[in-house]
């Protein structure tokens, strides 16, 4: 089973910029899709943002176009979520996955790590 590492997350006003990080150890990120998912309060986990590994495509919900970039480094076996314009909305527990294909918008099930809390209050 793969595993992830969640890293970067925090309490930033409107407005604010985070970076999360997505670690991995003892596989090489660059060999799947890799997605960030949310889980706001209440709420059911949502992707938000996805690369792919065979082509570089990266796709994005809706909410959050424009406001967010998912980028790989190859180097440090990574992949990064920018977030800029960060809004009340955007807050919720972050986790990044591999599903076997880029999923975009609400999902139910799946098995998460722990996931870094990321809240945007003034």
């Known amino acids: 089973q793969l595993q992830f590492v969640e890293s970067g997350g925090g309490l930033v006003q409107p407005g604010g910029s985070l970076r999360l990080s997505c670690a991995a150890s003892g596989f090489t990120l660059d060999d799947y899709d890799i997605g960030w998912f949310r889980q706001g309060p209440g709420k059911p986990h949502e992707g938000v943002a996805c690369s792919r590994a065979s082509d570089g495509r990266t796709s994005y919900a809706d909410s959050v176009k424009g406001r967010f970039t998912i980028s790989r480094d190859s180097a440090k076996n990574t992949v990064d979520l920018q977030m800029n314009a960060l809004e009340p909305e955007d807050t919720g527990v972050y986790y990044c996955?591999?599903?076997?294909?880029?999923?975009?918008?609400?999902?139910?099930?799946?098995?998460w790590g722990k996931g870094t809390s990321v809240t945007v209050s003034s």
């Open positions: 996955a591999s599903l076997g294909a880029c999923v975009i918008g609400p999902l139910r099930g799946g098995s």
